[in-house]
């Protein structure tokens, strides 16, 4: 496949996520994300759905803990994406079942996603969300990596979305220095804490090149750890 990303990474856990969200976009199965908070999970959902032919139809996220009324009609002929799949209560879960037959149908014809920040299989388990739901929803299952564990994406990224934030052609360069510490930092809200600090980096006044400094303070006075 071409190896052009819509966002920078090098990480070989990314290159295969990538292959599996192009191969998930040209068919029409269920598909259940599995990551962290902020990790891109209605990112990838997104991607999937304009990569497939249900591009121009609606893509509509919800929470799982919303009421499903009428949400085929809103998303007719598109993508559905239910958030946090494992905050729906039991009446819900139920609901959503019976919702899933209604989806298929050719008034409908709406394809579900879903996202969790759990393993969804601990809670099957533990009798508090249902097993054949739970199968029904996962038929394809993509696993979102944490920021932390693909460390040499993390100033890539970090450049480029400084770059998308501030408009420009050419972001302020990383000292070494500021480099090492943004891999070293753990990053617990993942890529949306990352889209946050540069967002708000980029509303200043900055030099050609960052140096510690000019980091956030939570990410800047951290010790170096061997």
Known sequence: MNREPRLAWVNDAMYKLEDDIRSASQI???????GE?????SFVANLIHQLSPRRRAPFVVVNGADAVDGLLHTARG????FQDIE???APGQAELLRLLDSATAPE????LMTATNVHLFDRVQHGHFREDLFYRLNVIHL?????????EDIPLMFQHYLALHARAEAPPRLSTAARQRLVEYPWPGNVRELQAVTKNLSSQALPDVLELEH??????????TN
């Open 78 to 81: 598109g993508t559905l994406l």
């Open 28 to 34: 029409d199965a269920r598909v259940m994300m599995t």
């Open 143 to 151: 696993i979102i990596p944490p920021l932390r564990e693909r460390p």
């Open 215 to 224: 980091l956030p303070a939570t990410i800047a006075g951290l010790t170096t």
């Open 37 to 41: 908070s902020g990790v891109g999970k």
């Open 87 to 89: 905050n729906i209560p």
């Open 108 to 111: 409908n014809n709406v394809r």
